[in-house]
Nanobody, 132 residues
Framework: QVQLVESGGGSVQAGGSVRLSCAAS????????MGWFRQAPGKEREGVAT?????????????DYADSVKGRFTISRDNAKNTVYLQMNSLKPEDTAMYYC????????????????????WGQGTQVTVSS
């Protein structure tokens, strides 16, 4: 059972930046989708960004973002640290939410879904609050 632990949340003013980290308890193999999701009060949880590394030769990286965060958020991975990051820039008050890291079980190819039920492992979440 993979355990995911998020960190890095906090309070920031609009226009600021925050970097979230998600540390996995064991190595996440190439080809396994990792994702960041968020849930604001009174709203459903939504997929923010996903990441999958793969390739039979040179490593390829497939990332996908929700339209609301494209150009502002960047998902990345440090293999040596078993950690996935979410760099969030130009933050807006509507980015305020609890942010969760998630991982799928099986490996594959191509882009990852942002469908919640496709992810088996979840962290406990870290709160990000953006004030105007």
């Amino acid at each position: 059972q993979v355990q995911l632990v998020e960190s890095g949340g906090g309070s920031v003013q609009a226009g600021g930046s925050v970097r979230l980290s998600c540390a996995a308890s064991e190595y996440i193999y190439f080809g396994v989708c990792m994702g960041w999701f968020r849930q604001a009060p009174g709203k459903e949880r939504e997929g923010v960004a996903t990441f999958r590394a793969g390739g039979d030769g040179p490593i390829t990286y497939n990332t996908d973002y929700a339209d609301s965060v494209k150009g502002r958020f960047t998902i990345s991975r440090d293999n040596a640290k078993n950690t996935v990051y979410l760099q969030m820039n130009s933050l807006k008050p509507e980015d305020t939410a609890m942010y969760y890291c998630a991982a799928q079980i099986t490996s594959g190819r191509g882009y990852c879904s942002r469908v919640i039920v496709d992810y088996a492992y979840w962290g406990q979440g870290t709160q990000v609050t953006v004030s105007s």
